[in-house]
């Protein structure tokens, strides 16, 4: 069963015709016709989620390696759903998108080191 989560309360009307009404950090069902439109707008498959469903709606992880986890799974989730908006104009994912996906804020310079030891990782 497909379901999603998202970091806030938001009503998504899809074209489908499906209305899903979303409650911060819980879990709800969403049909696949409806999920690319969710995902569009910051929803999160349970299957992106980290292990520990708290790492997501609780407070920012402290351990450095462990934020960076976080970011660089969710650089590979932007990555794969490729969904306009979620880029900037020189191709780094936008920190408000990261941030949704990980459940903590991202600032730009914390999405900057990441992305570079990620892009140098993915170029060999």
Request: with cysteine; hydrophobic share 40%; aromatic share 6%.
């Amino acid at each position: 069963m497909p379901e999603m989560v998202m970091q806030r309360d938001k009503t998504v009307a899809c074209l489908s015709g499906h209305i899903i009404p979303f409650k911060k950090g819980e879990l709800i069902f969403v049909p696949p016709a409806a999920m690319a439109e969710c995902m569009a707008v910051g929803a999160v498959p349970t299957e992106d989620l980290p292990e520990e469903p708290e790492a997501v709606v609780g407070a920012a992880p402290t351990d450095p390696a462990e934020r960076k986890a976080l970011i660089l799974k969710a650089f590979e989730t932007l990555r794969e759903r490729n969904q306009r908006g979620d880029f900037d104009a020189a191709g780094k994912p936008h920190p408000k998108a990261v941030s949704t996906i990980v459940g903590f804020t991202v600032e730009s310079k914390e999405r900057n080191t990441v992305w570079t030891e990620y892009m140098e990782a993915a170029n060999g």
